[in-house]
């Protein structure tokens, strides 16, 4: 097994994607030179704000340089501390931990990607892999509102492939990430040209409903779950996920949708740090 | 082959799942048994819910090292109940780790989850980053609370012990005089790292555990040490990684072992240490266990030479 130490990076660029919302450019080039491989679309780092606390993160991109992304929103004391961080202040950093999501190279298969919210981090990631593998995709990114929608410019150049979408529809199309799917998928051209294959991320409500609408239309989905963890190492049990007793951290994050049908927590309950099961 | 009796619990194989480890869940301890574990330990349970202390609280230092300061985060005994008995109705052998503050909260704990029917307790008074493990380094207040939790438990009670002490065996015999079933041995030890970029301790605690790869040899010499004066059966704790490293156990005086920190690498990893511990019994025409239990000891080593 690799040894995937904490280790201490810079940061080495902020962006501010929207209201509340930034990314962190991480300068992980020399911790990746140690890894066998670059990390892949769908994994997470443990990353740790001295003094404040240990949280694990999506990867929203990697650079060809080795330097990984994470997008982060302002809702916890950890991620309040994050967002007050500079230039050249220092994160600890494990990982990368978990699965990713399967994608095939076939030409014949549309991707469809569904992001809600902060969700749309490890999507962008996979969005960038689909384009450098000239496969073929479509991305819905949904917010309550256009303040809330992650920075469009960074996103320029694959904009063509993205659909927006806003519940009050100050930006794009009105409704939630659901409503766009369907929208989506009611189209004539999606009928039966091509294999539909969807992966999303997000709040875990919006993804039950988008695991239900892929039910009814057979489609193959791949969702990035999300639970408390300590460790990232199969060792705390805090991210396990009943009846099956798989673990997010091991197992996932990223489970598809013969494991999801199976799963009654998905969309339901998660661990706390007690150990005691509560509501989503 | 692979079956083993503790104190009158017949394992299927020696392997028992360590406190702490995936510990809290139901559908996990079925997952663990059905790799092969002889038994789950569940991780401690206190008399009420605790959440433990903040991240980091485990990382790994060292390929296959890791320290924790977990904190005995716990979902309370009155919560856990359920999942006990959830567990017993599936068949599965188990074993549940209890702490509390005082000998009566102990008591208290306990007396709960042997009603809800565990097949045996082990007693936490060892959590080096907690206040119990005062308890299991004085010998006296040891003694005084496993005699309380016999007097009122019929259920084999296992005491895990702390390795953070200067006579460990002094300790044991102790909670053999009191009436223990069997000890566990070890317990993590007291350990720290500090990150020099952020020049501060990197768990949230300062002060942690060790566990795995780094401190099995530490873990064999207590349990050498420990077989040689001890009556009571030994459960040997701390880095199995591999079958060897159960072997070892075994040939140092453990009749059982508990795996934890290797789980990181898969549950699967049960079923190959069971495998490799039935293939060395064959190729070395034992027929159980405890044939090869206490083996070690058998050679004289060199002593300590008198000035001359």
Known sequence: MNEKPLTMVKILKIINECEQVKSFHLQTKKMQEKLKSLPKPGQFIMVWVPGVDEIPMSLSGCDDKGNWTIMVKNVGECTKALHGLKIGDLLGVRGPFGNYFSISTSRSILNVLVGGGTGVAPLRFLARTLKDNECDFIMIEGAKTKSKIINIDEFKDLSHSIIYCTEDGSFGFKGTTVDAFRNLLDKEEFSDKKAVRVYTCGPEKMMHEIFIECKKRNLQLQASLERIMRCGLGLCGLCVLDPLGLLVCKDGPIFDSETLKKLTDFGRFKMDFTGKKVSL | ?308
């Open chain 2, 1 to 308: 082959m692979l079956e083993v009796n503790i104190s009158g619990l017949n394992l299927k194989s020696p392997l028992i799942l360590a406190s702490g480890i995936l510990g809290v869940s139901n559908s996990l301890f079925k997952r663990i048994f059905d790799a092969g574990a002889g038994a789950i330990t569940t991780k401690s349970i206190g008399p009420n819910p605790r959440k433990g202390f903040r991240n980091p609280s485990i990382i790994e230092i060292y390929p296959d090292t890791f320290l924790n300061s977990v904190g005995l985060g716990n979902p309370g005994i009155d919560y856990f109940i359920k999942e006990i008995k959830k567990t017993k109705n599936q068949g599965i052998t188990l074993i549940v780790s209890v702490f509390g503050d005082s000998i009566e909260t102990y008591a208290d704990v306990a007396l709960k989850a042997a009603n809800a029917g565990a097949d045996a307790l082990e007693l936490n008074i060892s959590c080096p980053h907690s206040k119990v493990s005062s308890i299991g380094a004085d010998k006296n207040l040891t003694f005084k609370l496993v005699k309380k939790l016999k007097e009122i438990i019929k259920i084999p009670l296992f005491i895990k012990l702390n390795p953070n002490v200067t006579n460990i065996c002094e300790i044991a015999l102790e909670a053999e005089r009191a009436s223990a079933d069997a000890v566990v041995a070890i317990n993590t030890v007291e350990a720290m790292i500090i990150d020099i970029h952020a020049r501060r301790p990197i768990l949230s605690h300062g002060s942690g555990g060790l566990s795995g790869r780094a401190i099995h040899p530490i873990a064999i010499k207590k349990v050498f040490d420990l077989y040689k004066v001890l009556k009571i059966p030994i459960i040997g704790c701390g880095g199995i990684f591999e079958w060897k490293d159960a072997i070892e156990f075994f040939l140092a005086g453990a009749s059982a072992v508990q795996i934890g920190s290797a789980l990181s690498r898969g549950i699967d990893i049960i079923t190959k240490i069971n495998e490799g511990i039935e293939n060395f019994l064959k190729t070395n025409k034992f027929k159980s266990i405890n044939e090869i239990k206490g083996l070690s000891h058998e050679y004289e080593l060199q002593e300590v030479p008198e000035y001359e």
